[in-house]
């Protein structure tokens, strides 16, 4: 399996609702990721967990809330979100944050509407 | 402070002419660089990283610190090459910091 799974794709929210973003691989790595793109924008880093660390908060607002129960599992709980959080997320992956090199592989996305 | 630039937001060429995606960086370390493609629909992925100095699709993309870029080049663009590019900088290996990106489209 080559693949980073994120589910779901497609999650429309109210300001005052609570979801969750699911994000799995099973390549054994290490390191795992949430960029936030917004439409013709590039990805923007949000969290970096490492050995299921949280290693990097990119100053995201506590509404997002990151969560890593185990080295193949990624969550992203969403909760009294703004309409501009509306975005795509992406999930990523890599072997770890040492490697010379760290090659990234993505998720397919889950598309966040929030009304 | 780490930056990377692409110039060009987009690029129209014709099939089988040349093509050449600038990307420039700011990094105060020895920085390591990639190129990630989004073909329509599909999701991001990577094209080619510096380290590896190899021909993906047909793009190369060299190191050039004295200028400090790392632009990406195809002799013949085609089709199916049409995409948004990004140019990427990674941190000591940390998490990647992209460009704005550059709209590749190649009409026939």
């Known amino acids: 399996d080559t693949e980073v799974t994120q589910t779901p794709k497609h999650l429309v929210m109210g300001m005052t609702n609570k979801k969750s973003l699911k994000c799995e691989q099973h390549m054994g790595h290490r390191a795992m990721y949430w960029y936030k793109q917004k439409a013709k924008k590039p990805p923007e880093l949000m969290f970096v967990?490492?050995?299921?660390?949280?290693?990097i908060n990119e100053s995201v607002p506590s509404r997002f809330s990151p969560e890593c129960p185990n080295s193949s599992l990624l969550n992203l709980h969403l909760h009294a979100l703004q309409p501009e959080d509306s975005a795509l997320y992406l999930c990523?992956?890599?072997?770890?944050?040492?490697?010379?090199?760290?090659?990234?592989?993505f998720g397919a996305g889950s598309r966040l509407t929030v009304l | 402070a780490q930056r990377v630039t692409q110039p060009e937001k987009l690029l129209s060429v014709f099939k089988g002419a040349p093509v050449e995606l600038k990307c420039n960086y700011s990094?105060?370390?020895?920085?390591?660089l990639f190129w990630y493609v989004q073909y329509s629909r599909q999701r991001l992925q990577l094209l080619l990283r510096h380290i590896s100095r190899e021909s993906i699709k047909g793009f190369t993309a060299d190191l050039n610190k004295g200028e400090t870029s790392f632009h990406l080049k195809k002799p013949f663009a085609q089709e199916e090459d049409s995409a948004m590019y990004y140019c990427?900088?990674?941190?000591?290996?940390?998490?990647?910091?992209f460009g704005k990106g550059t709209s590749l489209l190649v009409t026939p």
């Open positions: 967990y490492s050995y299921e660390k949280l290693s």
């Open positions: 990094y105060s370390g020895s920085p390591e």
């Open positions: 990427a900088l990674s941190n000591s290996g940390y998490a990647l910091n």
């Open positions: 990523a992956s890599s072997q770890d944050i040492f490697s010379g090199a760290n090659v990234l592989t």
